[in-house]
């Protein structure tokens, strides 16, 4: 089911509505209105129990649940803990709950977003996917964590900047969305990169300034006897890991060595390192927090509603100049642009 | 009847030599290549969309293109997000005969098992 047609139905309908799906829909209709009235009955009690919160306290306890699969496959599984719930002996649970609240927080004290559609939308995150699952993913509707396979990855919700990630995606789709494909794809999976790392650099306390964060994507992620740091490196792309095994971090760090591959969408996760050091490297050139200048020069380019879904680095690259140039004049501008040049995508500041 | 597996995407890169395995049931003991013919057959392989696409806003999910030749050759690339039971149960088994057949790495656990999907 597309987003498009979900998120309606959980966020509009009134509880009576919802009732009756539950009493005479089909099995699959039935499910949602059961999860939607469970997750309404959260945020009411939310509600209740705190008769005035200003705005950025209410986006920072937007319902959230975190479910188990159960090592199965079927989504979103076995609910394990909500707003209401309290902690679990889960650690995978508590990891992905920190995450996702974190990356609530971040979006709603920084960006003025309320949850990743901006408009309050119940967030849910199944843990223990599958058996052996080498894998985390965004559905369009939730966020999906394996547990790793022990040898060559751990649990992947390890690392919180992971669930940034994953729910970044989300914020994507409902910002206009990037095509999975190509550039736009591996812009997309940089903007997940850059917010799931502001998403770290912001939990951590005391909170990393750019020069100080260390730009890593799920550090800690690799299994034991793995040889490598993460991921993905966003400061030095390509560096992350060589191991026999999982093979040398394929990231490029410049347009030269763009990788050209019909695999992985046209290597959305392989050339997202290029725009991933052009962020680092604003960050980096602004000085101080992430989110204080460069986060927002890019989270404007995201939601800007002119941007084509089908955007190219250059596209992209321009629309961070005309941004930066909005927000913080020719230097702002001067800066991004420098970035990117770094990377080899070139741009115009505007006069 | 030969079976090749390929997989790409993912939160997580995949181990190259995991990343495109195959089967020959000519090389394989015949309770091997009877059940591998068998979830051939329950995963309805003419029957499905030669390609899945999946869902608007999507990201990080695995895509698996099976090969399958027999008298002929049928292939399909299914999503992980569109991937229904036989069809999961029709990639596992083809990357645990790959992995019977496959070099050791240094990484596999005691009994050697990990698997990517």
């Known amino acids: 089911m597309s987003s498009d047609t979900h998120h309606p139905i959980e966020c509009i309908l ?11 829909g089909t099995a699959d209709q039935k499910e949602r209105a059961r999860r939607t009235l469970e997750l309404s009955a959260t945020l009411r009690s939310n509600r209740e129990a ?24 079927t989504l979103p599984g ?4 909500t707003n209401t719930g309290k902690k679990s002996s889960d650690v995978a649970v508590n990891e992905a709950w920190t995450g996702l609240k974190a990356t609530l927080k971040l979006y709603g004290d920084k960006f003025d977003r309320n949850s990743v559609d901006g408009a309050g939308m119940p967030l849910i995150g199944t843990v223990h996917f599958d058996q052996d699952y080498d894998n985390a993913y965004w ?6 964590f394996g547990d790793g396979d022990g040898t060559l990855f751990n649990r992947f919700t390890i690392a919180i900047d992971i669930m940034g990630h994953e729910l970044t995606h989300g914020v994507t789709q409902h910002s206009g969305g990037m095509d999975y494909q190509g550039q736009a794809g591996a812009l997309n999976e940089s903007m997940s990169d850059v917010f799931g790392s502001m998403v770290k650099q912001y939990h951590a306390s005391p909170r990393t300034k750019a020069a100080d964060a260390d730009w890593l994507i799920g550090a800690g992620l690799l299994a034991p006897g793995v040889k490598g740091v993460a991921l993905r490196s966003m400061k030095a792309p390509g560096t992350a890991y060589d191991d026999p095994t999982l093979g040398k971090d394929p990231q490029p760090a410049d347009m030269a060595h763009y990788v050209k591959t019909t695999q992985d969408n046209g290597g959305v996760h392989i050339n997202s390192g290029i725009p991933n050091r052009a962020f680092y490297l604003a960050a980096v050139g602004f000085g101080g927090y992430a989110w204080a200048k ?33 927000l913080y004049g020719a230097d702002g501008a001067g800066i991004v642009a420098d970035a990117w040049q770094q990377v080899g995508v070139a741009t115009k500041v505007p006069a | 009847m030969k079976v090749t597996l390929t997989q790409s995407g993912g939160f997580a890169p995949l181990p190259p030599a995991l990343a495109t395995v195959a089967v020959d049931s000519a090389d394989l003991e015949p309770a091997d290549a009877a059940h591998l013919a068998g979830l051939v057959d329950a995963a309805h392989l003419d029957t499905r969309p030669r390609v899945s696409a999946a869902p608007p806003g999507a990201a990080d999910y695995r895509t698996s293109t099976l090969t399958v030749t027999d008298r002929r050759t049928v292939v399909v690339e299914v999503t992980e997000l569109d991937a229904d039971p036989a069809f999961r149960e029709l990639v596992a088994e083809v990357k645990r005969l790959a992995r019977t057949r496959a070099p050791k790495t240094g990484h596999e656990p005691e009994g050697g098992d990990h698997d990517v999907v």
């Open chain 1, 50 to 73: 705190q008769p005035f919160r200003p705005v950025q306290s209410l986006v920072a306890t937007a319902t959230t649940a975190i479910y188990t699969a159960n090592h199965g496959t």
């Open chain 1, 14 to 24: 009134p509880p009576h509505v919802l009732d009756a799906i539950k009493k005479h």
């Open chain 1, 139 to 144: 559905n369009g509707e939730q966020m999906v």
């Open chain 1, 294 to 326: 460069a986060g927002p020069v890019w989270y404007q380019a995201l939601i800007d509603p002119t941007r084509p879904s089908s955007n190219s680095f250059a596209d992209f690259a321009q629309l961070t100049v005309t941004k930066a140039h909005g």
């Open chain 1, 78 to 81: 076995t609910v394990v803990r």
